[in-house]
């Protein structure tokens, strides 16, 4: 039986039933929904509007509702019009007229606004864990790579001498503000708006935030128009997932091209490789490929929810329906993708010589050479200049500003010494950059030590 059937008469054109319903994909609220269904229910029973009795029958008909659907005595029918509407039924099948009487100052606007409030905060949480495993993994991997010198790269250049380190550590940053955001948005999904009725309220004098205290949410809508028509907490959290796969999608491609013969700066675990079908020497990073591929799909469900909203008139409309499928889809993937990568990357094996025969041989101690002569009185555009021919006579003899005899050196520049090769070593290089932030392998640890506290975990 549909909720609405009695301004209605004759049978629904299955083809309306097939765009109308819900269940296929809001079945997974039911928990939510019958927790927020006790919750109105004590309500009711509170200010008087259902007898102790009534209330006592309803909540336990919930509660062994919850309980059915839980342990699998009770399969959800997938027929009903929604998941309201299938629990609705089933308490009024299980315990008769009182059943009847649980949606008395309630309308299925506010009801299921307050069910993917809820809903979303847990998946919030879910979601949070998930990336603190991720960013414990890159401080966890970090540890171990303090020493290991690499090339830092801008435009794809190799540009100056860093740490594994410390590139791990740049991503556990980006982590710890998506950490932030959803944290942030979670104070504002965890506001109740049961009580807004359809739109304009309920004439019965209800306690809109006894139901909001039973629940565990902050606060209460403060105008019932708004309650059961807006959104932007679930666009919210579709924007810091899409932001947050970016850090991931990022994170992913440089895992594959580190996986390349080009680099071959890191070997994935055979338990997070794919091979070829046709070209038996394959290995390839699927994972990474797939985590920077399903980033688009994230992307496309916010843009799906903000078009579906965007030009909405006051107060609830049909349209916003949309919202769960775009929903539930983001977060599925971005669970998905934060399970896959922390032990993908425990598992994965980085080559520290190879970095570091890279970074010899990509003059990223030019800044240090030049620096070098800054230190010695020469004006910083004069050593700028003075190092990148020296650079170009590196190149000319196919050696490094390390081999790069002092003969050559001195006739470039007379102030030049047998310092300067101490001056350029790539370790001394990335240790002498102690600023806070950089990559010395001080600086990194106390990053390191940093992310871990706000974590709470032990450094």
């Known amino acids: 039986m549909k909720l ?18 819900s269940i296929g994909f809001d079945s997974r609220m039911y928990r939510q929904d019958i927790l927020g269904s006790i919750a109105h229910a004590n309500m009711l029973g509170k200010i008087g509007v259902l007898s102790p009795e009534a209330q006592a029958e309803i909540t336990g008909g919930l509660r062994g509702i919850l309980e059915d659907i839980d342990n699998g005595k009770l399969e959800i029918d997938m027929t009903a019009e929604d998941i309201h509407t299938f629990v609705e039924g089933e308490l009024t099948r299980r315990i008769g007229t009182n059943g009847k009487k649980l949606h008395t100052a309630r309308s299925r606007n506010d009801q299921v606004a307050l069910d993917i409030r809820l809903y979303l905060a847990e998946k919030i949480d879910g979601i949070s864990a998930l990336a603190k495993d991720f960013v414990l993994a890159l401080c966890e991997t ?5 020493h290991t010198v690499m ?3 801008t435009h794809l250049q190799r540009a100056q001498p860093i740490t594994l380190a410390h590139w791990l550590m740049a991503y556990a940053q980006m982590l710890m503000r998506d950490l932030d955001r959803l944290s942030d948005c979670k104070k504002r999904t965890m506001i109740s708006p049961l009580g807004s009725g359809a739109l304009a309220g309920t004439t019965y004098p209800l306690d809109r935030m006894y139901v909001a205290e039973q629940l565990g949410m902050g606060g209460i809508s403060e105008n019932s ?10 666009l919210e959290l579709l924007s810091d997932l ?3 796969m970016m850090h991931l999608s990022r994170f992913s491609e440089e895992i594959c091209m580190w996986c390349s013969w080009e680099f071959r700066f890191v070997t994935l675990s055979d338990s997070f490789s794919t091979g070829s079908s046709i070209m038996p020497q394959k290995k390839n990073p699927d ?12 992307y496309g469900d916010l843009t799906t929810l903000l078009t579906a909203m965007k030009a909405l008139p006051l107060a609830y409309n049909k349209d916003m329906q949309e919202d769960k499928e775009a929903l539930f889809d983001a977060i599925d993937t971005a669970e998905l993708c934060l399970e896959v990568l922390s032990p993908m990357l425990r598992s994965a094996a980085f080559h520290p010589e190879t970095m570091k025969r890279a970074a010899a041989q990509g003059f990223i101690n030019a800044t240090d050479c030049a620096d070098y002569l800054v230190k010695k009185g020469i004006p910083f555009r004069d050593a700028y200049s003075i190092t990148g021919r020296l650079v170009n006579r590196c190149m000319e003899l196919n050696c490094t500003l390390e081999t790069l005899p002092m003969e050559e050196y001195k006739s470039a ?11 350029i070593d790539l370790l001394n290089c990335v240790c002498l950059r102690k600023v806070d932030g950089g990559p010395a392998p001080e600086a990194v640890a106390k990053q390191i030590a940093s992310v871990l506290a706000r974590l709470g975990e032990d450094a």
């Open 151 to 153: 090339s830092g790269y």
């Open 242 to 244: 899409s932001i947050m």
């Open 225 to 234: 128009l708004d309650g059961v028509s807006d959104r932007d907490f679930a």
């Open 142 to 146: 970090a540890k171990g790579h303090l």
């Open 4 to 21: 609405w059937s009695g301004r209605l008469s004759g049978d629904v054109d299955a083809r309306l039933n097939a765009l109308n319903a």
């Open 287 to 298: 994972i990474a490929e797939l985590v920077r591929g399903k980033t688009g799909r994230v």
């Open 413 to 423: 520049c007379p102030v030049f010494e047998q310092d300067i090769y101490a001056a």
